[in-house]
């Protein structure tokens, strides 16, 4: 997933590419993929992020065939980092003191409507593969959502640390100055280390000690 290089909801990349063997498409052991219900997923994930790659029944199972291939302790650990970044995406546009930015939010509940459904492009309840459609959603759209989430995180170190006072607009006013404060002392100190403040060569008219 080459726009998905700069921005990861977890550690690794997930594999998003075709499998060789035609035999093994869309299906994963018993389990076979719908059609519409694919569709109807990549439908999603385009409101989300217009950008993404296109989502198919052949791309889907091949991440299922990836995952039930590894380590279950590695799984779960690939599973529950990306779940941990959608109870992420729960906490920000919940939290009172976060303006979360108008697209951002819909965009966020039109994936949490799809998450908190049991029947989905693969039903929760089907043994280790039950969360996979839920982290691919994420994956698929987080380049859309990671500049929102990444403020919000700051902004949650910052209160935690710093414990601001007043409502959540002049929290994140105090948030936002000091952010710039800093930022603005960051450059002056750049400036700085980039100036000269001996001028090379000799004096006109050396330094004299004593009359």
């Given at each position: 997933m080459a726009n998905l290089q700069q921005h990861l909801p977890g550690q690794n990349e997930i594999p998003w590419r075709l499998s060789n063997d035609p035999c093994?498409?869309?299906?994963?052991?018993?389990?076979?993929?719908?059609?519409?219900?694919?569709?109807?997923f990549d439908t999603l994930v385009h409101e989300v992020h217009p950008g993404a790659p296109r989502v198919d029944a052949d791309q889907v199972a091949h991440v299922a065939r990836w995952l039930l291939a590894m380590p279950e302790a590695r799984a779960?650990?690939?599973?529950?980092?990306?779940?941990?970044?959608?109870?992420?995406?729960?906490?920000?546009?919940?939290d009172p003191d976060w303006d979360c930015a108008d697209r951002d939010r819909v965009n966020v509940e039109k994936?949490?409507?799809y998450l908190d459904q049991e029947e989905t492009l693969i039903p929760d309840r089907t043994p280790m593969l039950g969360k996979?459609?839920?982290?691919?959603?994420?994956?698929?759209?987080?380049?859309?959502?990671?500049?929102?989430?990444?403020?919000?995180?700051?902004?949650?170190?910052?209160?935690e640390d710093e414990h601001p006072t007043g409502t959540g607009e002049q929290q994140r006013a105090t948030w936002i100055r000091e952010r710039l404060a800093a930022l603005a002392l960051v450059e002056h100190q750049q400036r700085v280390s980039g100036t000269h403040y001996a001028i090379g060569g000799s004096?006109?008219?050396?330094?004299r000690v004593g009359g």
């Open positions: 093994r498409r869309k299906r994963v052991g018993d389990w076979t993929l719908c059609a519409e219900e694919v569709a109807k779960t650990q690939v599973l529950g980092e990306r779940l941990t970044r959608i109870d992420e995406l729960r906490r920000m546009v919940a994936m949490l409507g996979l459609d839920d982290i691919l959603l994420l994956e698929l759209t987080w380049d859309a959502l990671a500049t929102e989430v990444d403020e919000y995180e700051d902004f949650c170190r910052y209160r004096p006109t008219e050396p330094f």
